[in-house]
Every structure is written in structure tokens, then in C-alpha cells.
């Protein structure tokens, strides 16, 4: 049962579209943008939409949801609570588990506030796919949420198997790094990632998904307690204030950055 094949589809600028399809054909589509690459994808592989998951509200990643629901009426769409989501037909929360006829498949939920109140990310399957929260090299800007909300998140997050596939909403990996390597121009994994990186956008592929193992090693969002990372960071210390604090520069650092 369990050869689920996953599939980044690109849309709208720079976002990426899951598909999650069992050998039968039946598969989920994670945060469609857009319904239109969505559509082509299925078609191409000769697999049909049995459900949707959502993680948060922004329009890049519900704004396909209309369309393909009207295509295929019935599927469940499982979001967050939000009443910026409309088209939801089960609400989720945090340490919820939901499970999946067709493709047979189960996620554990786990809230992560911080991109926005009501984003939320789905496990299973050694897999996560996390939105907007948690990107190849780099994390979501904090629209709705403080720097120590964004950090218990990706707290949770790195507690997963290290081996866990990280499904993330953009492809920023490039511009991420080029950031990163302005925090740690002496990490040899991140270079490496960096370079690994180049090739790939070169061939045409994504950069994604990546393993939570490469993020730890590459990642300043979870690496602020690094020695290196938290003394370029200026405030250092032990407590929780301080790591919030260090989180919020290198996030205050990033959001003014030009690649
Ligand atoms: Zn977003
Ligand atoms: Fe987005």
C-alpha cells in the first residue's frame, strides 16, 4: 500500500503545489495556488484529486482550491480555522490526525504560528509539508505572529526524524542561501547546499524537498543557538528572551536583505 509518489508541481511564480498519489492513481493536492498547473499535472500523470490540504490562507496557496473542487465535487478540503478559508470542509488543529481513504494516508497536524495565527503543518509518511513556516535555508516572514511564536514552531519541527522530507511552499532556496552565507560563510555543508543548489536550478529542478537533516546543517532559522550563529547575532545568552531576541534579528536581517 504504502509507494506513495510525491510530486512538486510549479506554480505562480515561484510556488510549489504537492501531489501525493498512491499506484492506483488517487491523489492529494497540498496548498494549490493555482488550479491551472495543478490540472495539467493530473492529467499528465493519469491521477485524480481525492482530497486537498491547505496550510494557511494566503491566496498563493488556496487560490486553485474554487476551481478544483467544482472539477471533482465531493473531495474534502481539510484546512486550519480561519474564516479567511472558505472553501474548508474539515477543520483541523493542532494534534489532530486525519486519515485518507484514497491515497491511503495519515497526518498528524501541528499547529505553527508565526507566518500567520492560523498556519498548520501536516506530517506523515516521513514527510512534512509546511507551508510557508519552514523553507529550504530560510523560514516565512512573520506577518502574523512574533519572532518567539515563529521560533517555538520550527522548535516543534526540528524534533521530527531527521530524515523527514521537507515539502515547503517556494522554491527561495537560492536567495536563501546567498543570505545564509552572509551569516555563515564558513559553514562547509551550507556552501555545499549552495552549490548543490545552483545545479539543480541550472538542470531546471526544484531544490526541494530537502531532509530536516540538511536544514539543521544549513538553515540559520535553526541555527540560532549556534555559537558562530548567535554571536553574529550580538545578543547571546541562554534564555528564552534571548533566543526570541536572536531569532528576531537574523529575521530583521533577512527581510531587509537584497540577493
Ligand atoms: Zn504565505
Ligand atoms: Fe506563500
Redesign the pocket.
Given at each position: 500500500m504504502d509507494a506513495l509518489r510525491l510530486l512538486p508541481v510549479s506554480a505562480l511564480a515561484d510556488n510549489y503545489v504537492w501531489l501525493l498519489a498512491d499506484a492506483h492513481g488517487d491523489a492529494i493536492a497540498v496548498d494549490p495556488g493555482d488550479a491551472a498547473p495543478v490540472t495539467a499535472a493530473l492529467r499528465a500523470q493519469g491521477w485524480q484529486l481525492r482530497a486537498i490540504l491547505l496550510t494557511?490562507h494566503?491566496a498563493?496557496?488556496v487560490g486553485g482550491v474554487e476551481v478544483l473542487v467544482k472539477g471533482t465535487p465531493g473531495i474534502t478540503v481539510f484546512a486550519p480555522q480561519d474564516e479567511r478559508i472558505a472553501a474548508v470542509t474539515q477543520q483541523v488543529g493542532d494534534g489532530d490526525r486525519i486519515a485518507i481513504d484514497r491515497p491511503a494516508c495519515r497526518f498528524e497536524v501541528i499547529a505553527v504560528p508565526g507566518?500567520?495565527r492560523s498556519h498548520v503543518a501536516y506530517h506523515g509518511h516521513g514527510l512534512l509539508f509546511c507551508?510557508?513556516t519552514l523553507f529550504s535555508i530560510g523560514c516565512?516572514r512573520l506577518?502574523e505572529g512574533t519572532p518567539a511564536q515563529m521560533l517555538a514552531s520550527l522548535d516543534r519541527l526540528r524534533t521530527l526524524p531527521d530524515a523527514t522530507r521537507i515539502c515547503c511552499?517556494h522554491e527561495y532556496t537560492l536567495s536563501n542561501c546567498r543570505f545564509a552565507l552572509t551569516i555563515e560563510p564558513d559553514n562547509a555543508a551550507l556552501r555545499e547546499r549552495h552549490a548543490d543548489a545552483i545545479r539543480q536550478r541550472d538542470r531546471g529542478e526544484p531544490t526541494v524537498p530537502t531532509t530536516l537533516a540538511s536544514e539543521l546543517a544549513c538553515n540559520p532559522f535553526l541555527r540560532t543557538d549556534q555559537p558562530a550563529v548567535a554571536a553574529r547575532l550580538g545578543a547571546t545568552g541562554p534564555t528564552g528572551a534571548d533566543r526570541a531576541a536572536r531569532f528576531g534579528a537574523l529575521r530583521a536581517m533577512k527581510d531587509a536583505f537584497r540577493a
Open positions: 494557511h494566503h498563493d496557496h507566518h500567520t507551508g510557508d516565512g506577518f511552499g
